[in-house]
């Protein structure tokens, strides 16, 4: 049964810093790892999808990685600013299964102080 | 891109009452969709997806259930709500091949 981990489970940093969160998986046979934020109260919004075949992806500020083999994926965020603090979630697609469904972890909480 | 409506937005209802929630999809056809549970401090939990009409599969055991009468619309029900089915409730969307999901605003239960 895949398991997903995210530390930290909670980051407090001042703006402008760059920072890096941590996604951990058990089973590497994954379809692809998608990186979300979720405010508070909110729905999650898709920040990066990054397929098995693929080592990086990169939106503005942010860059996800993906190293299948060691079941690791990191999401880098350049120049934090307070607006970036949230809930950051990885989740993995698994490859068995028509649904292809995603395993969450349990999620960063992101604080930038201004 | 595809836009995911849910409602209520908040609802607070006594032990034993009945439940339905709602969800439409918009701009996707024959999506894959799902509903979660995000329990305060926890993680997200699938409890149903759908690949199609009429097609509803179960992740866990509980008193829930859900349907999907038409193409785009999923609903989540129970009969007599539990203290322990309190919880913000995400729908979830993926087109055809489910590549990418995208979610709903959530719903948000207190069950008293």
């Known amino acids: 049964k895949q398991e997903v981990t995210q530390i930290p489970a909670a980051l407090s940093v001042p703006e402008g810093e760059n920072l890096v969160l941590n996604c951990s998986f058990t089973?590497?046979?994954?379809?692809?790892l998608q990186w979300f934020r979720q405010d508070p109260g909110k729905g999650l919004t898709s920040l990066l999808l990054?397929?098995?075949?693929?080592r990086e992806q990169t939106s503005g500020r942010l860059n996800a990685s993906l190293d299948k083999s060691s079941g690791r994926s990191t999401l880098y965020i350049a120049a934090s600013q307070p607006g970036d603090s949230a809930t950051y979630l990885c989740?993995?697609?698994?490859?068995?299964?028509?649904?292809?469904?995603?395993?969450f972890g349990s999620g960063t909480q992101l604080t930038v102080l201004p | 891109s595809q836009t995911i409506h849910q409602w209520p937005a908040t609802l607070v209802q006594p032990v034993g009452s009945p439940l339905s929630l709602e969800c439409t999809v918009e701009g996707t056809s024959n999506p894959n969709l799902y509903w979660y549970r995000q329990a305060a401090g926890r993680g997200l939990q699938l409890l149903f997806y759908?690949?199609?009409?009429?097609?509803i599969s179960s992740e866990v055991p509980q008193n829930l259930s859900a349907s999907r009468p038409q193409d785009r619309q999923f609903i989540l029900s129970s009969k007599k709500l539990l203290l322990s089915d309190s919880g913000f409730y995400l729908c979830a969307s993926a087109a055809g091949g489910g590549v990418e999901q995208f979610f709903g605003p959530g719903t948000r239960l207190t069950v008293l």
């Open positions: 089973d590497s046979a994954i379809y692809n």
């Open positions: 759908s690949v199609g009409i009429g097609q």
């Open positions: 990054i397929q098995s075949s693929q």
């Open positions: 989740a993995v697609r698994g490859i068995a299964g028509s649904a292809r469904q995603l395993t």
